[in-house]
């Protein structure tokens, strides 16, 4: 399995973004498609994620703001990030990990930067 994430860029405090990512390979074998980000201060952190049977977990800093989503016919899971603010500022790293570990698959990361 590969993922492309995608979307990132810069937004005033307030303002929306949505995050794509892409997977491809051997997407018949995805179970669930999570959003990380991280920090140079922080640890890599949960954001959401999505199952294919479509259940969702957030954060509790993005409850109530952020919303992921799946396409499944595309394979693609989407992360609509709303009021947004400068400590939502991170690189956003999608994540696969394989039913049986047998693999954990990331996307290269995309920066999302607030500013104030």
């Known amino acids: 399995v590969q993922l492309q994430a995608s979307g990132g860029g810069l937004v005033q405090a307030g303002g929306s973004l949505r995050l794509s990512c892409a997977a491809s390979?051997?997407?018949?074998?995805?179970?669930?498609i999570a959003w990380y980000r991280q920090t140079p201060e922080k640890q890599r952190e949960l954001v959401a994620k999505?199952?294919?049977?479509?259940?969702?977990t957030y954060a509790d800093s993005v409850k109530g703001r952020f919303t992921i989503s799946m396409d499944s016919a595309k394979m693609t899971v989407y992360l609509q990030m709303n009021s947004l603010k400068s400590e939502d500022t991170a690189v956003y790293y999608c994540?696969?990990?394989?039913?049986?570990?047998?693999?954990?698959?990331w996307g290269q990361g995309t920066l999302v930067t607030v500013s104030s």
């Open positions: 390979g051997s997407t018949n074998s995805i179970i669930a």
């Open positions: 999505i199952t294919t049977g479509g259940a969702t």
């Open positions: 994540n696969a990990p394989g039913p049986f570990e047998e693999y954990d698959a």
